[in-house]
DNA sequence: AGATAATTGACAACATGATGTCAAATTGAT
DNA sequence: ATCAATTTGACATCATGTTGTCAATTATCT
């Protein structure tokens, strides 16, 4: 048998990725414009997020971990973000070179902002889905990333 | 009642997006992982895609609506794959500036390599997924993707 | 203590995607 | 036929993401 052939379910699967890229670039571009009025993007949007989730100041590197993200590439968001006053960096008392990011009031205003206006965006959106389904849906995206993992997030070796 | 209130399925959506944005970018890194040797990336790999799928010869632009994709973007990438030697340019009849791409013998080659190597790698992260929860997710994202529509595409107006 | 690894931020080069502008070519309305 | 609108490719600019390199710092091992 060759191994050109596709099962059934990789078919499906490769039609589903096709849709995936649309849909994704689709949420980037809308969540684009929601947060544009306060001067966010998607990923500044999403590092404030990382912020606000990790609970206590952290440095940028730990950021880019929790993202699951490009440690290059947040810092100069970050520093974006510091040059714009919505974050700010603190010295860390345990590593003289990693300061800790933290919020600014006007970063936390804009950070709360942002959910305000996230919050109906959200509801219409799920309006007439099945919870349901999108659980299905999480377990499928589940599985994918776990047979994805580990084969490219390395940064030296 | 407050708009920042989420719905049970609001909330949901909110961390099935996260893991969209996840998804997405695991899928693109592995994507070109697998073409990389072929000088390919995921985003040639497409461009190639839809020039197959297209049946018979098209220009640019219309490609990229195929795709729903840029088309200054999918003009630059189509470009390269010219200086390349994967794809060339016909004389349209019907319009004199808007030529037509092809693959070369080449590109041909190329885009068959990159689905033997689609092949497997599709049946690998397919295996043990169930079609029917596969179609479920697709019918969750054609749902978003269609409330998501027409707030972004049109070039001008 | 001293050597080696790993972590971290700074910097640079490049690929990709979005957006805007312009001129050439085509289409459509009158 | 003529003029306006649309389509199309060329070019430019910027935001984002990836990758590689380097030096400073910290952690680890002996």
Avoid: C, Y
């Avoid at 902002?113 to 995206?141: F, K």
């Amino acid at each position: 048998m060759s191994k050109t052939e596709l099962t059934p379910a990789a078919t499906a699967l490769t039609d589903l990725i096709l849709d995936l890229f649309r849909l994704n670039s689709r949420v980037l571009a809308s969540g684009d414009r929601l947060v544009a009025p306060l001067g966010l993007t998607s990923a500044r949007w999403q590092i404030l997020g990382a912020i606000t989730s990790a609970g206590r100041p952290q440095p940028v590197a730990w950021l880019a971990r929790d993202m699951e993200a490009n440690r290059q590439n947040v810092q100069r968001i970050v520093n974006d973000l510091e040059k714009e006053g919505l974050i700010a960096f603190e010295a860390n008392p345990h590593h003289r070179r990693a300061q800790l990011v933290v919020l600014t009031d006007k970063g936390k205003q804009t950070f709360d902002a942002a959910m305000r206006l996230q919050a109906p965006w959200a509801n219409d959106l799920s309006d007439g889905l099945q919870v349901e389904d999108i659980e299905t849906m999480r377990r499928v995206m589940a599985a994918m990333r776990s047979k994805l993992e580990g084969t490219g997030d390395e940064e030296h070796t």
